[in-house]
């Protein structure tokens, strides 16, 4: 349920209070049951669960600790990235790594958007190459996301762009080769509390590119764009997922599943 708190206004010096709705409750709200039925469904005793990064992935770490606790289940977690690393050692899960454990049962990870096709745009939070990495080592990948998320086709509603890791060195190269192709335009992602670019936690940075065909075949497009000399990996997750929740407002979670 929505929170509701009083906004002061004033009328000709009266003032004057109107309700207004919280809408971030009901977006966690959302987040927290798509992520706690991902869990329910798939987490299982003795399987190896890659953690994904972002905001949703906080609650099914949440989630999986509670179970692990609860039913005294064994979960080996394959990070993929160093906010998932950091949530599996606050909640003192069992960490692993693809050296010891290169196949995964399964990988809960968020998404930035979801089209139709079960199609992906990943690394809002920056972390694409290595969720790249976990969910291909993975008999099962599932997205958990809040309904702002679902899209019948990628950029109806995010509006920032598809996400590209590249070494530093190429970036102005690559940039104007996606550009040149593709069109659109392309920003390299600066960081919030630091001057200058984000850097990845493979020492990269991140390209976000705006495009503006929402009609591409982005495997295609993916697999052309991996191809430039520099470009590390693309937040473009194609026939990846297959499943995602979407929660609701009001808390109910909505389910699509693709045909790998
Ligand atoms: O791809 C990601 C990070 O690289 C995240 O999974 C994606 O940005 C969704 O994050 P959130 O759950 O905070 O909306």
């Known amino acids: 349920m929505c929170l509701i708190v009083n906004k ?53 770490v949440q989630r999986l600790a509670e179970k692990v606790e609860t039913e005294n289940l064994k979960v080996t977690c394959i990070p993929t990235s160093f906010q998932a690393k950091q949530l599996i050692f606050k909640h003192n899960l069992t960490l692993g790594e693809l050296d010891t454990n290169p196949i995964l049962d399964v990988t809960i990870d968020g998404a ?20 790249k990495i976990v969910a291909s080592c993975s008999k099962i990948m599932i997205v958990i996301a809040d309904y702002t998320k679902d899209s019948k086709k990628l950029g109806e509603r995010y509006k920032k762009g598809i996400p590209i890791e590249v070494i530093p060195m190429a970036y102005v190269p690559i940039k104007n080769k996606i550009v040149s192709v ?18 990845t936690d493979n020492g990269n940075f991140i390209l976000d590119w705006l495009f503006t065909n929402q009609d591409l075949d982005w495997h295609n ?6 191809n430039i000399p520099g470009v590390v990996e693309t937040g473009l997750f194609v026939n990846m997922c297959h499943k995602a929740y979407f929660g609701q407002p009001e808390g109910i979670v909505i389910e699509r599943s693709a045909s790998l």
């Open 8 to 60: 002061c206004f004033s009328v000709r010096g009266i003032l004057k209070f109107r309700p207004v709705f919280l809408s971030t409750m009901s977006l966690e709200k959302a987040k927290q049951v798509a992520a706690y039925r991902a869990v329910d469904e798939f987490v299982t005793n003795n399987c190896v669960f890659g953690v994904g990064s972002g905001s949703t992935v906080v609650y099914a």
């Open 112 to 131: 930035d958007e979801v089209d139709a096709n079960m199609t992906l745009i990943k690394g809002g939070g920056g972390c694409l190459l290595q969720e």
């Open 182 to 199: 593709y069109g659109g335009d392309i920003k390299l992602r600066s960081a919030v509390a630091k001057a200058g670019p984000v850097v």
């Open 221 to 226: 497009v993916s697999t052309a764009i991996k």
